[in-house]
């Protein structure tokens, strides 16, 4: 097999190949392509489903994730998701490009890979009780994170009366933070403008809460420029 040393050569193949094992079979299976490396679509929970493509000079990776729009807090932080590479062995790994033959058999076996076991896996994750978990734990090293999420989740999946359970973890975590840390730091302002809210809407009643996370979700799909996600 012939390497190909050449980048402009190396570009054209490689652009070829991405269109058809990637750029068609994703737009046909719902993915809206954002640039030229981010695949993303909402499942039914209206969450998004995102895939990242990763290229480090002849070799090629896919991020994948699943992202909650109904926490304005933490729409635009750690997405809950790994690499390509967890559902093979070894984990993590990375598919060679250095040849023609090896750019057209690392991606038709990474095609395969997403249509079957991450499809699979984005399947589970439109399970209330699955999303809940995979928040816990993804977030269990910033729990402040976690905790407005549940929050938010709970209002999302109608589960009220543990919407207010979460909101009291949050005020207790913040409370565990420095003044001036707070001062310095946008993200924790954020939550505590969002865990009122969430208080607010218990009080006004489940009609109010389902209605703050259906424009919820609308407006982190705006702030994360998004907007053609949006289903009116």
Avoid at 2 to 19: A, H, P, S
Wanted: hydrophobic share 35%; proline share 2%.
């Amino acid at each position: 097999m012939e390497l190909i040393d050449d980048t402009k050569k190396f570009n054209v193949i490689y652009k070829k190949y991405f269109k058809e094992y990637f750029d068609k079979p994703l737009k046909k299976d719902g993915f809206y392509k954002k640039g030229t490396i981010n695949f993303l679509r909402l499942n039914k929970l209206g969450m998004v489903e995102s895939l990242n493509f990763q290229r480090h000079y002849d070799e090629l990776t896919i991020n994948y994730s699943v992202r909650p729009t109904w926490c304005g807090a933490t729409k635009d932080s750690i997405t809950l998701g790994d690499r390509l590479g967890k559902f093979i062995e070894p984990k993590g790994s990375w598919w060679n490009l250095r040849t023609e033959e090896e750019i057209k058999e690392s991606m038709e076996i990474m095609l395969e890979i997403i249509q079957t076991k991450l499809y699979a896996w984005f399947k589970k994750m439109e399970d209330e009780n699955e999303v809940i978990e995979l928040i816990f734990k993804s977030y269990q090293y910033t729990m402040i994170y976690a905790y407005i999420t549940q929050a938010a989740t709970m209002a999302k999946f109608k589960r009220y009366d543990d919407i207010l359970q979460y909101v009291e973890k949050v005020k207790k975590e913040y409370s565990t933070y420095e003044e001036e840390e707070i001062k310095e730091s946008e993200w924790l302002q954020n939550i505590m403008k969002e865990a009122p809210i969430l208080e607010e809407k218990v009080r006004e009643g489940h009609k109010a809460i389902g209605e703050y996370i259906i424009e919820r979700e609308k407006q982190s799909l705006r702030e994360l420029k998004l907007e053609k996600l949006i289903k009116e």
